[in-house]
């Protein structure tokens, strides 16, 4: 009774402290916001010319549905974090001195982490009651339809969700913004395979959902072939008809079977937490890996740490000549470089370096397609970082009590940024400038100006890294990867290449430094 | 070579005030800052160094007013602030020369500054290793060396010596001396002993108001034949803590010896002492404290 009061209460305290912070506000604003898209059927399923009727089992279950997915992709980078706030704050080393076990600790995290997602959830089932109550086309309201699928549907998504965030919190590798990556392909992933009903990996029951209410409108209409369109479907010109065929679908009837497969992904959770558990470290630092340096040289400076004493201290400073200060932004790029690309381990310029080797060597359209796309996503953690260090390191009193820091250092940690995004795809902007195909290399070279900026202005504003990865994340895999032309930044396809997008993006970029600038005077202002 | 406030105040959420009506006026020469946790000695001493605006009063560098340009003081500026971050997978070299860069000092002359500062703060050894690898004391050394990049006029150093040992004080203590020549060093610290041995002149501050600032020897005319030492059984110190200003204590064989500050003698056997600086400090700390259960 006691370790669960103690459960609770921790979970208590880590629910309320995140969602007491402001970026929550700023979450839960997001999240209503899909909401929105969701119920004003912009983000929807759709059956081509058919269409269910608007009841209680329809409205439950699309935001449901939809609720699922986004909580399966963005949900997760929404509650990851806790773990690492623990370790960076020090709380860690405390708990870890505490007689609270790992489990116990972990298990609490999770609870918090499912906590917020239901708080999401629940917001947005209390959205489409709201709009089921102006919309029914029935005139009755069928409770259990309505939130049924939250229950079976969500609950169990959002489970599995929060476990992964544990594991990836709790894995050495996956802690930063490599397990971002990993975790965007995973999700992406089991979205699909979930649409393609293979049934043990539909997360968010999208097949179970569809195939129910295909049958209905099969059912309704016999004969007659029911088409299926998931997503962003707001431009699809046949959602613009009127004419609709309509059919009553009463909701999912759920068998054994079905729930089996509700409750498999509970029990993977479960699991995850287990492995998540095994894999904790307790906050030991000898445990968290020193970045950047071996084995030996680790074990050689952990012995060495003893103190060379403050033997020379205080001897001849008058002696020495005063410095003579001469500004120049090359060299403070040329710092901002240097910090940078500090402290990865050497494959990662290894990588790097053979991207844009690649870039020069393969054939164009691979490159294009896949090369260029890589070589854009490989320093993320490097953009991610622009902005934020000064408040994660706890440097912004030593730079803000510097001449002119917002005219010397912030432009160049700009400049630096976008010196690693021209490096970035240098090989194919060179090929395409060779090869004529000037669209194309000036939409890699707005891509350069642009993802930098962006990232000074997500990482000024937030102090995190997290907003410009999930973000640029989203951006980078549903344009370049999945080719949405709106999104694809990098030109993978001709479709996706266009002078008005680049006049935007590059419009965008010089707004973005704008608000950029402004948020840094502020904290200027107000440190 | 002239710092000066006048009325300065910082006002934070809550209505909440950091510092009030704080006037001073320094030359070259160190100043401690002294005063209890929350005292306002870190609001004052990031506004001096241009990192916290005042929301009343101003403060100026030789006439020229620091919130309004800042980059007039920014320019000869050294800061060292109480709490302060590496980034932890560069070495010395690496982030001094990016500290550098943004002070506007680069190339050749930076490499030799940054040398010369390595070796004033003894740090030459471990100049290649990566700052999350030393200990707390290396990396305050390091802090010491960036405050020291450009020479500065106006040195700020806030609770410099946390982190330090005990010799390693010393050390620091008298590089603060050797710098104070012909420059203004701002030292704060909760620690008298620290202020005592460098101070040229002493601010004393409470609750975010200056309650005095004057020479050391000014400052210890005022609790002259004010500091008794008397020796008291255990049982008794309790009492005696509640009925007046106790300083340093000590254990011997008769009992426990404390030195206690008032303006009359404790107790019938309490022998007159030499004042410290310590003693002035709680003394006046003390009828700060009063003063509003008084007035």
Known sequence: MDSLRILFQLSLADFRERTRRYSFLVTMIGVMFFGYLVITGQYTVKFGEYKAIYNSAWAGSVMAVCSSIMMAIAGFYLIRGSIKRDRLTGVGQIIA?????????????????????????????????????????TGTINLWAFVSPFLIISLPASILVASVAVFFDTARWLRGSLGNIIYLFLAESLVVLGMLAVPF????????????????????????????????????????????????????????????????????????????????????????????????????????????????????????????????????????????????????????LGLVVAQCAAPFEIARLYLVPASMIWPLVIWSSAGTRESRFGTM??????????????????????????????????????????????????????????????????????????????????????????????????????????????????????????????????? | MNLRTDQLGKRYKGNVWGLREFSLNVGPGILGLLGPNGAGKSTLMRILATVTKPTEGNASWNGHDIASSPDSIRRILGYLPQAFGIYPNLNAIEFLSYLAAARGLSGKPARKRISQMLELVNLRD???????????????????????????ELLIVDEPTAGLDPEERIRFRNLL???????????????????????????????????????????????????????????????????HIVGSTTRTAEGVRARVVGDGAPAATARQGSPTLEDAY??????????????
């Open chain 2, 126 to 152: 471990s100049q290649k290793r990566r700052l999350g690898s030393l200990s707390g004391g290396m990396k305050q050394r390091v802090g010491i060396a960036q405050a020291l990049l450009n020479d500065p």
């Open chain 1, 97 to 137: 001195t505490t007689r609270l076990s790992g489990r116990d600790y972990l298990t609490s995290k999770l609870l918090s982490n499912i906590a917020t997602l239901w708080l999401m959830i629940a917001s947005l089932a209390v959205l489409a009651l709201a709009t089921l109550l102006v919309k029914n086309e």
């Open chain 2, 177 to 243: 001396s050797e710098l104070s020549g012909n420059r203004i060093v701002i030292l704060s610290s909760h620690i008298v002993s620290d202020i005592e041995a460098v101070a040229t002149s002493i601010a004393i501050m409470n609750k975010g108001q200056l309650l005095v600032h004057a020479a050391p020897e000014d400052l210890l005319r005022r609790v002259r034949a004010k500091v008794w030492e008397v020796v008291f059984a255990s049982s008794e110190l309790t009492e005696l803590k509640r009925t």
């Open chain 1, 397 to 527: 009193q030593l730079l803000f009590s510097s001449p002119n820091p917002l005219q010397r250092q912030f432009p160049a940690i700009w400049l630096a940024g976008l010196s690693i995004a021209m490096a970035s795809v240098s090989g194919m902007f060179l090929r395409a400038s060779i090869a004529g195909q000037w669209p194309y290399a000036a939409t890699l070279l707005v891509a350069a100006f642009f993802v930098p900026a962006v990232s000074l202005t997500l990482g000024t504003l937030s102090g995190s890294k997290k907003l410009f990865e999930v973000t640029y994340l989203m951006i980078w895999y549903i344009g370049s990867i999945d080719h949405l032309a709106a999104l694809d930044l990098l030109g993978t396809t001709d479709e996706s290449v266009s002078l008005t997008k680049m006049g935007l993006l590059g419009l965008a970029a010089v707004g973005s430094l704008v608000i950029a600038l402004v948020a840094r005077r502020r904290q200027l202002n107000c440190a």
């Open chain 1, 201 to 352: 990996l539909d997360l968010a029951s999208v097949a179970v959902f569809t195939d129910s209410a295909r049958a209905a409108g099969e059912m309704a209409f016999p004969g007659e072939r029911i088409g299926l369109l998931m997503g962003f479907v707001a431009f699809d010109p046949v959602m613009q008809s009127e004419a609709f065929k309509t059919f009553s679908w009463t909701g999912i009837d759920w068998t054994s079977h079905m729930l089996l497969l509700r409750l498999h992904w509970i029990v993977i959770a479960l699991a995850v937490t287990g492995v998540a558990v095994h894999l904790f470290d307790r906050f030991d630092p000898t445990k968290s890996g020193l970045r950047g340096i071996s084995r030996r040289t680790r074990t050689a400076t952990l012995a060495e740490a003893k103190e060379t004493p403050l033997a020379g201290i205080g001897f001849g400073y008058d002696s020495l000549l005063p410095p003579e200060p001469r500004f120049r932004l090359i060299r403070m790029v040329g710092a901002e470089l240097r910090l940078a690309l500090k402290g990865f381990p050497w494959f990662w310029y290894i990588v790097a």
């Open chain 2, 282 to 295: 709680l003394w006046l700390l003390s009828n700060h404290q009063r003063e509003p259960q008084d007035g």
